[in-house]
């Protein structure tokens, strides 16, 4: 149940420029695969073209190698859950997941013993007569979630579904919603512009950005080995540090793999204590160094103003070359060269 | 619990519709279907006759030999150097202008008055927009009684020592029944549009306004009217144009008399084309009146462009 | 400081008392006088409360004015232009709001027209159109000009662009056709919107005089402002029936108001946001 894109281009009427092009990606069946990218990245449009709810310029789309890319989205089997839930205002609870399940050539007594599996596997058979309005922001989830599983599609959709609930709700629905991908084992789409939810849910992470596929690995690989500036500076809390070589290349290092201090190998690099952030375990310090802001994580305090040394290990660099990509060949004299400032 | 999974993989295949239902389906996705009967009767009751208003103003349309005859400009030099045109021309300002103003001022003052959520204030918000729900051939019918030579007014007139008038009979005083009319139909409307607007206005300016120290006449003047004035420009220009076209009124009431002095511009047209048969004479008149109102409505859609305050 | 207080309440209470009594004592005075003898209703002192009711006035306006016969020919025409307008205007607002096309704006921009172009200027030459069709005095030449209303598809666009695009992509992918997602989900989502817009079609063809005036040369098809109208021409001797008109003009706004009472909130946000006059 593998869902490809091929070569999909995507230009709105109207525009000029198309948000997409040469657009390819292969969603391997029964992962849970997370688009992930700033807001205007176009991951939401990749997920929209899947569910047919916007249609591709020129490419096509398979899910099972059946070519789908014209089809209505009542006919491909896929279920998707909305930003806003996106529940019939105007119907109960068992009326908003009975009302999909009509449109299909299912009896009714099928109907109702689908819906009373997934009222009863969502939490909701007590508000089952209930109206949307009467439901908490987590129970309205629920029932969009429950609305789609009972179509036991071929594949999920979800467009940024946590981004309503505050924090508390949104931890709880996670761990919900990693439950039910191993119950029901079907494949997963899920968007979102927040890593957190990308690193530990998604079994695949596309990081997207400017209509590009940027990387598509495990979430462990996404963060080990980044494919290039751009992903490297996305993810992790904070992204990695990157300074300029003079000759357009770049090297990075993770926040929490640098130290204070000096030492023979390795990065080097001086500067002012700019702002101290306490994190409740360790401390978020940005330091300028004259070659742009670096931030450590660390449990060491300091104050502002204060001068101090940043060395980073040689296995804990990572080197991109001018046009942005990783790169791997180590350039161990040239870094020290740069880097070793006087602040 | 539950012993059999209902939703384990299958797949689910749509239903079939039948082919009735498919093919008003297909007309249902096409905009042009769901639009046109509109755009018909928007075309043959608004567009087309105004195109032929212009189109028979300069002509002369001889209904007894039944010929168009293109005169140019004629039947605008006509009415401009008619009698009973220019008296409707310049009774029709003067109640427009009358009626605006006093009209507006009394709206925005009343609608401050009123935009209290208390009882009182809303149960006379509701009773002073009445006259606009129900028939204008009742209010005309109980203000002919009440302005009759016996009726009410004249009595109140005479309370207080002044000697009756004839209202809306007399041609002195007609004209002015007409705006008294006018004006107490016009104001709930009015006042209701004031407080939505009044309503738009943020709490948190006051709030920021009372922490600047501003007094009451100094946030009103200075806060109040500045964000009011899109709502207030808005009924500056809808009641011009109800002023231009009232009709109703004027019809029921006086039928223009006596001696014209009631006589307003869509009146004039009415008589002149309806009962007259003056069909160039009246559609020179009617296009006379389309071109004031049209400046004016263009004006409101710029405005409302301009400062989109006003909902 | 408090007294200054008390003379505030006292003013705010006069000025609420007399716009009560300016706008109350029409209608008071329309009532009452609906229930007096000719005699009461011409008495130069006015008389304040009948001597005795006289119900019978309504009986006797009913009969004059033919109210059964006008009366009928209101309820066709206001039902019938509430029914076909809303069928012309729904599917033409449901476009407007919910689909892209190519002629979208010029035509919007006609549709939209009635509410730049007052009917002062356009009845003249539908007038003609009709007299031309024979359509004079028919209960078509009426319902099918009250098909179309600008301002309705106007409000009505409004109301279906305010329905969230996630819920009728929801229902697209729960498989459902357009006419279902229209008639499911949309309508159910604007109905009271549509009940609210049904509302002022009807009252505004209840009330219209000028149409009615305009298209109309004989009592085939006139309808109960004309003819409550006519009441006022009625003498007795020299004297007018003020009782009659009275009661005559009751009924005729009764239902009005009746709708207005149990409907009054709904009717004036419609006026408000409707912008119309």
Known sequence: ???????????????????????????????????????????????????????????????????????????????????????????????????????????????????????????????????????????????????????????????????????????????????????????????????????????????????????????????????NLFVAQFIGNPGMNTLQFSNGGFVGFRPRDARFGESESGLNIKGNVLTCEFLGYDYNITVNTGMGNVVIRTKDRKAVGDQVSIHADQKDLFYFDKNQNRSTEIQTGEVVKVFHVDA | MLTHNPIAFQKLELRQRNKGYRLLNRLQKNPYVLVSPSVFFALCFSVYPMLFCIYVSFHNWDLTRNTMEFVGLENYRFIFTNESFLKALSNTLIFALTTVLIGVILKVLVGVFLNRNKFCHNLVQTIIFTPHIISSVAIAVVFMYLMSTNGVFNYVLNFFGIDSIGWYQDPKTALMSIIVVAIWQGLGYGVLIVISGLKSIPDYIYEAAQLDKSSKTKTFFKITVPLLSPTIFFLLVTSTVTAFTSFDVVKLMTNGGPMNSTSVLAFYIYQEGISFLHYGRAMAASVVLLVITSVLSLLNFAMVGKKVHYQ | MKKRHLIVRIVECILLCTLFIIYVFPFYWMLISSLKTTFEAISVTPVWWPNKLMWHNYVDAWNQANFLKYGMNSIIISFGAVILCLASSVPCAYAFARMEFRLKKPLFAIVLSDMLIPIQCTFLPIFIMYSKLGWLNTYRALLILFIYSGFTIFFLRNAFMQVNNEVLEAARLDGASELSVMFRVIFPMVKPVIITMALLIFLMRWNDYFWNLALTTNDAVRTLPQAVNAITKVKDGFVTRWELAMAGSTMLMAPMLILYIFANKKIKNAFVYSGIK
Do not use: W
């Not at chain 1, 709810?53 to 209505?72: P, W």
């Not at chain 1, 819906?115 to 596997?121: C, E, G, K």
């Not at chain 1, 609305?147 to 981004?163: G, Q, V, Y």
């Open chain 1, 1 to 227: 149940m593998a869902i490809i894109m091929k070569d999909i281009k995507k230009q709105y009427p109207g525009t000029h420029q198309p948000v997409m092009e040469h657009f390819n990606l292969t969603i391997q069946e029964g992962s849970f695969t997370v688009l992930l990218g700033p807001s205007g990245c176009g991951k939401t449009t990749v997920l929209r073209m899947i569910a047919g709810l916007e249609d591709v310029t020129a490419g096509s789309i398979y899910i099972d190698d059946k070519n789908i890319t014209n089809l209505d989205p009542g006919e491909r089997n896929i279920a998707m859950v909305f930003q806003n839930y996106a529940i019939y205002p105007h119907m109960t609870v068992r009326g908003n997941i009975e009302f999909g399940l009509k449109n299909y050539k299912i009896s009714k007594s099928e109907i109702a013993e689908r819906v009373n599996y997934v009222l009863s596997m969502c939490d909701l058979s007590e508000y089952a007569d209930r109206k949307p309005n009467q439901l908490s922001g987590g129970q309205r989830q629920r029932v969009a979630l429950a609305r789609a599983i009972s179509k036991s599609p071929k594949a999920f959709l979800m467009d940024e579904p946590l981004s309503n609930l505050d924090a508390k709700l949104r931890n709880q629905m996670r761990s919900e919603m990693i439950q039910l991908y191993n119950q029901l084992g079907c494949t997963f789409v899920y968007v979102t512009h927040d890593q957190t939810e990308a690193m530990t849910m998604g079994t695949d992470i596309v990081v997207m950005y400017n209509g590009k596929i940027q990387q598509h690995g495990s979430p462990e690989d996404i963060y080990n080995n980044p494919a």
